[in-house]
């Protein structure tokens, strides 16, 4: 049996017509840039999300961007973020030139640990920057008290977890903008890259739009330097067509996480923990396992896809050395990117294919 971390065939069988139909309709309107598509797709995810106002971008990455952009945030600021996220979250923040100032995790929810937040707020702070890991929202209402009283700005990177709950609330509708990605293997993820912001607040909607495409407002008048963030049409067109089966979906990755999680109880593999506030929508299902990269080599000699999400915590990332962090510095984070392991989780597996993944790794570690 061959089973991938991730089958987007699978997914992409059922729903080719559409997608096809889909893409067709904008080739054939020669509506290459932005037009109906990106503005119907960005009625619905701010409608999904929660929130007032959507801008479609070009990835989970330009949304951030965009997002840091749109704040003035830059030289002389510092954002709070995470160690144990995806480079992107980090990487945007030092791109504008701000600092990366980094805290550790929850080692349950693999989180930003909110109690270690106030701590490293200093005058040049302006925002944190919250990731809502493998598909489960972080302790929004502690961040937005420290957030609150000290005048920052919260940036969701939600680039995990759309739809996904803290409390009732929708990821991306607690901070000050929330950003998507829609990277082909996310729960909503398109047919290339793409990505969307989210917000209430209509003076930073007003803002991300224009940044979007060159701060520019009417044609050839630059009011701000923005870059080209556009989301392609095709991506919209695509995106629409799987939108509605997303909660399915979701729905379909909450059951085969369930399934694992009984299958695992009572052994040595530790299964993921969701707060009672959160519901996850687990873009990944992340294990703990001692002897983990043991267990990965001979998982790949079975043909079971896995990850490690992410092997290397971002303060020690060789191009943030210039930050001064070292190792120890974030025990939980290291520790973590040390132990964890995604399992295949997408929604069509089968519960064949789930059992067979349990059993291999028993098998293995006893
Ligand atoms: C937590 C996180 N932030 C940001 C991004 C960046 O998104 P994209 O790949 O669409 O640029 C990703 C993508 O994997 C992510 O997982």
């Known amino acids: 049996m061959q089973i991938p971390l991730l089958d987007l065939k699978a997914q992409y069988v059922k729903i080719k017509k559409e997608v096809m139909a889909a893409v067709s309709e904008v080739l054939e309107s020669q509506r290459c840039i932005g037009g109906p598509k990106v503005v119907e797709l960005e009625e619905k995810i701010a409608a999904i999300s929660d929130c007032k106002f959507a801008v479609g971008v070009s990835s989970g990455t330009d949304a951030i961007l965009n997002c840091l952009m749109s704040l003035d945030i830059g030289a002389g600021d510092e954002v709070i973020t995470s160690p144990f996220t995806f480079f992107a979250t980090a990487g945007c923040i030092a791109r504008v030139g701000a600092k990366p100032v980094f805290v550790d995790i929850d080692p349950q929810t693999y989180n930003i640990n909110p109690k270690l937040i106030a701590k490293a707020v200093t005058k040049k702070t302006r925002a944190i920057m919250p990731v809502h890991l493998f598909g489960q929202m972080a302790d929004m209402d502690p961040i937005m008290e420290v957030a609150g009283k000290h005048g920052l700005a919260v940036i969701e990177d939600a680039a995990q977890s759309i739809t996904s709950t803290y409390k009732g609330r929708k990821a991306g509708s607690i901070g000050t903008a929330g950003c998507f990605s829609f990277f082909p293997s996310k729960n909503l993820g398109g047919i290339g890259d793409g990505g969307m912001v989210v917000t209430s607040d209509q003076k930073l909607y007003d803002r991300l739009a ?40 979701s729905q379909a990755r909450r059951h085969n996480a369930e399934y ?33 990269d043991e267990l990965v080599k001979i998982l790949k000699d079975k043909n079971i896809g896995c990850e490690i999400y992410y092997p290397v915590p971002l303060h020690l990332q060789e191009c943030f050395k210039y930050l001064g962090y070292k190792q120890g510095d974030f025990p939980e984070a290291e520790k973590a990117a040390n132990e964890v392991l995604a399992l295949p989780v997408y929604p069509e597996l089968t519960d064949e294919m789930k059992d067979f993944v349990v059993e291999s790794i028993l098998s293995i570690l006893g």
Request: with cysteine; net charge positive.
């Open 260 to 292: 694992y999680n009984m299958k695992f109880a009572g052994t040595v593999v530790k299964t993921p923990y969701v707060s009672p506030d959160c519901v996850s929508i687990y873009n990944q299902y992340v294990i703990r396992v001692p002897k983990r």
């Open 210 to 249: 224009m940044m979007r495409n060159h701060g520019m407002s009417p044609k050839y008048y630059h009011k701000y330097i923005g870059g080209n963030f556009r989301l392609d049409p095709i991506q919209a067109a695509a995106l629409l067509v799987k939108l509605p089966y997303l909660d399915e979906w």
